[in-house]
């Protein structure tokens, strides 16, 4: 079974940086994601990445700003988020897909997720 733990939340003001990281366990299968979910809202997909072969899809809100990538001998998956707006907060989630649907952010394709971690953006 799939195990994922995140890490680097905290808070940055508008326009800074922040870099999130995921630590898996187990076989994290075709797919590797961040989610996030801001207080009141659903969770939406913020990016995807195929496990093996690196190709990466993003979220028109987020697309040029984050940038996720993956280290498949280390096990772990970054999103670096660059450029952040009050519009970026929220809790994110690592996540890991079975299914070969990569370039779907939807949650559902998803069955192994991490707790989560914060991110706040203000000034």
């Known amino acids: 079974q799939v195990q994922l733990e995140e890490s680097g939340g905290g808070s940055a003001e508008p326009g800074g940086s922040l870099r999130l990281s995921c630590k898996a366990s187990?076989?994290?299968?075709?797919?590797l994601a961040w989610f996030r979910q801001a207080p009141g809202k659903g969770r939406e997909g913020v990016a995807t990445i195929w496990t093996h072969s690196g190709s990466a899809y993003y979220a028109d809100s987020v697309k040029g700003r984050f940038t996720v990538s993956r280290d498949n001998a280390k096990n772990t998956l970054d999103l670096q988020m660059s450029h952040l707006t009050p519009g970026d907060t929220a809790t994110y989630y690592c996540a890991s897909s079975p299914a070969p649907m990569c370039f779907d952010l939807s949650p559902q394709n998803y069955n192994a997720w991490g707790q989560g971690t914060q991110v706040m953006v203000a000034a």
């Open positions: 187990g076989d994290t299968g075709y797919c």
